[in-house]
């Protein structure tokens, strides 16, 4: 089974612009989460997509957004790099099933590395 | 609220020793707890989880975790370490199996010393 794949594996970008970030999620994953992992900052909670739509989103601010497609793919859009942007994006899917508490664990992408100059 | 603290950004043992990554956590809620593991230029791994049961669980590559409630923690353990598990690794917690609330530590760095 494919894994949750990212594009791109490298971006670099200079501040004011826009970045795109994408991600597949594993065939038959409803669910998406995007995570930044910056330097000393650790892993923090960007946000959350199933079924199309935003479930959650952490404490970022508005420049920070995506979407999630009919086939669950997903992008998140970063307006007005700033440096501090630089970091490392994961993406991450899981199986959300609605009429039950059972989903699954997050399974991650290899990231998308973001530096902004 | 939830939260994770993993006691030692940095922990450094020789290939053979054996390993003890510390995780506490703080949970309103019964917990659900992860551990992951992250090589370089990757993205995370699920090692193990605890959700409900034995408290004693055991996870990919040899390691385990035993959760203890009476002393909120979930440390993680592998009795004998290879030069292949230098990595980082991630304690995190959920209201849920899931990950919608999953709220992750600061990481801790696994160097093995030949």
């Known amino acids: 089974e494919a894994g949750v794949t990212q594009s791109p594996t490298h971006l670099i970008k200079t501040r004011g612009q826009q970045a795109t970030l994408r991600c597949s999620p594993i065939s038959g994953h409803t669910s998406v989460y995007w995570y930044q992992q910056a330097l000393g900052l650790g892993l923090q909670f960007l946000l959350w997509y199933d079924e199309g739509e935003e479930r959650n989103r952490g404490n970022f601010p508005p420049r920070f957004s995506g979407r999630q497609f009919p086939n669950y793919s997903s992008e998140l859009n970063v307006n007005a790099l700033e440096l501090e942007d630089s970091a490392l994006y994961l993406c991450?899917?899981?199986?959300?099933?609605?009429?039950?508490?059972?989903?699954?664990?997050?399974?991650f992408g290899n990231g998308t590395r973001l530096t902004v100059t | 609220a939830q939260s994770v603290t993993q006691l030692g950004s940095h922990v450094s043992v020789s290939e053979g020793a054996l390993v003890l990554l510390r995780c506490n956590y703080s949970?309103?809620?019964?917990?659900?707890l992860f551990w992951y593991v992250q090589y370089p230029n990757q993205g995370l791994q699920l090692l193990l989880k605890y959700t409900t049961g034995a408290t004693l669980v055991k996870g990919i590559n040899g390691f385990e975790a035993e959760f203890k409630k009476s002393e909120t923690s979930f440390h993680l353990t592998k009795p004998s370490a290879h030069m292949s598990d230098a990595a980082e690794y991630f304690c995190?917690?959920?209201?849920?199996?899931?990950?919608?609330?999953?709220?992750f530590g600061q990481g801790t760095r696994l160097t093995i010393n030949p």
């Open positions: 949970s309103s809620v019964p917990p659900y």
């Open positions: 995190a917690v959920s209201r849920n199996q899931g990950a919608q609330k999953l709220v």
């Open positions: 991450a899917s899981s199986l959300v099933r609605a009429r039950s508490s059972y989903n699954s664990p997050l399974h």
